[in-house]
């Protein structure tokens, strides 16, 4: 129900943006996020949204490179990501909430995507 796309190998200071359709169902009622995974590590907060758009949350480590916004008509979340580190290197999650204005509590989250590899080169 939920697809992420528009991950990829990109170099140092580059940017990608990601999205997250929805399908299947209407996610204008809920808080929508992203997450990301490095291999070995868990898997951690990057970004959320509530389900106005009016309220957004990032992790300190992409506060002001990463950007969250959502399109109600389209039913679809976008991460848009500018001067990318090696450290971002990791598979991004979007994820669904409801009855949460936005969260960064994985376990808050009712639905996920398949995720999509964000790779970025030194």
């Known amino acids: 129900q939920l697809q992420a796309s528009g991950g990829g190998l990109v170099q140092a200071g580059g940017s990608l943006r990601l999205s997250c359709a929805a399908s299947?169902?209407?996610?204008?009622?809920?808080?929508m996020g992203w997450f990301r995974q490095a291999p070995g590590k868990e898997r951690e907060f990057v970004a959320a949204?509530?389900?106005?758009?009016?309220?957004?949350y990032y992790a300190d480590s992409v506060k002001g490179r990463f950007t969250i916004s959502r399109d109600k008509a389209k039913n679809t979340v976008y991460l848009q990501m500018n001067n990318l580190k090696p450290e971002d290197t990791a598979v991004y999650y979007c994820?669904?909430?409801?009855?949460?204005?936005?969260?960064?509590?994985?376990?808050?989250?009712?639905?996920w995507g398949q995720g999509t590899q964000v790779t970025v080169s030194s």
């Open positions: 994820g669904a909430a409801e009855g949460v204005v936005g969260s960064r509590i994985r376990d808050e989250y009712d639905y």
């Open positions: 299947g169902r209407t996610f204008s009622s809920y808080a």
């Open positions: 949204i509530s389900w106005s758009g009016g309220s957004t």
